[in-house]
C-alpha cells in the first residue's frame, strides 16, 4: 500500500510563472489537506478536501491559489504567479473517512521562487 | 478559533526523559495528537488522545487532561536519532488537522 505521494519533489519557478503541486493519497483516503510550511517554522493549514468537494479552504490566500480534488486522479495545489514568498515546503497529508486523528504526509514539494 | 501553544525548544541530554507539552484551545474538542518531523522529512504520526489519561507507545507516551486543555509527549531513553521537530495537534468538528508550531528537540551526547 503506498504512501501519500507528492511530486515533484523540488520546483523551482520564476516570478510571475505557474506553479501545480500533485499530491495523490493513500488507497481508501478520501480526506486530503494541504499544508505550507517555511523553514524553522509549524506547518500552517491551508485547505481541506474531499472528492470533488472543497470542504474548508479558511487557509489559503484569497488570490492566486486554488486547490481540486477530482473524482480521478490527484489533488492539485496551483498557485499562479508565483511571488518570492511563495517559496516554502508544501505538504500533503491524507485520511481515512473514518477519522482524522492521525494523517499520513507526504514527503512534500519544495518550492523555490527565483 | 483554535490555537495550540508549545514551547519553540527543548534541550535534552542522550539518554535522559524529557516532556514536551502542548496546551490547546478549541471550539469542540476530539482529541490531541502528536507527530515527529526530522529536519528535510515529512511529518509522521506518533499518537493519538482521545481521552484522559496515558498513552505508551514503546519509548514514547502521551498524556491528555481535557479538564486543564493540556497535554505531553513524554520522550524516555532519548536517543539521538531523535533530535527532531514535535508537534501537537487537533481535529476540530469540521475534520480539519490544526498544528502548534512545533517544538524543536536538541539532544546532546
Known amino acids: 500500500n503506498a504512501g501519500v505521494m507528492q511530486n515533484p519533489r523540488h520546483l523551482v519557478r520564476r516570478r510571475g510563472q505557474e506553479a501545480r503541486l500533485r499530491c495523490s493519497p493513500m488507497k481508501g483516503h478520501s480526506h486530503v489537506y494541504w499544508y505550507r510550511q517555511l523553514p524553522e517554522e509549524g506547518l500552517k493549514f491551508m485547505v481541506y478536501?474531499?472528492?470533488?468537494?472543497?470542504?474548508?479552504e479558511s487557509g489559503m490566500p484569497k488570490e492566486r491559489f486554488s486547490a481540486e480534488f477530482p473524482k480521478e486522479g490527484p489533488s492539485i495545489l496551483r498557485i499562479q504567479q508565483v511571488v518570492r514568498g511563495d517559496s516554502a515546503a508544501y505538504f500533503c497529508a491524507s485520511s481515512p473517512r473514518t477519522t482524522n486523528t492521525e494523517a499520513f504526509f507526504g514527503q512534500g514539494t519544495r518550492l523555490t521562487v527565483v | 478559533g483554535q490555537s495550540l501553544e508549545q514551547p519553540s525548544e527543548v534541550t535534552a541530554v542522550e539518554g535522559a526523559i524529557v516532556q514536551i507539552n502542548c496546551t490547546y484551545q478549541t471550539s469542540g474538542f476530539y482529541g490531541l495528537s502528536w507527530y515527529q518531523q526530522h529536519d528535510g522529512g515529512a511529518p509522521t504520526f506518533l499518537s493519538y488522545n482521545g481521552l484522559d489519561g496515558l498513552e505508551e507507545t514503546g519509548r514514547f507516551s502521551s498524556f491528555l487532561s481535557r479538564s486543564d486543555s493540556y497535554g505531553y509527549l513524554l520522550l524516555q531513553e532519548l536517543q539521538m536519532k531523535d533530535s527532531a521537530s514535535y508537534f501537537c495537534a487537533v481535529p476540530n468538528r469540521d475534520d480539519k488537522i490544526i498544528f502548534g508550531k512545533g517544538t524543536r528537540l536538541h539532544i546532546l551526547p
Open positions: 478536501l474531499q472528492k470533488e468537494n472543497i470542504i474548508d
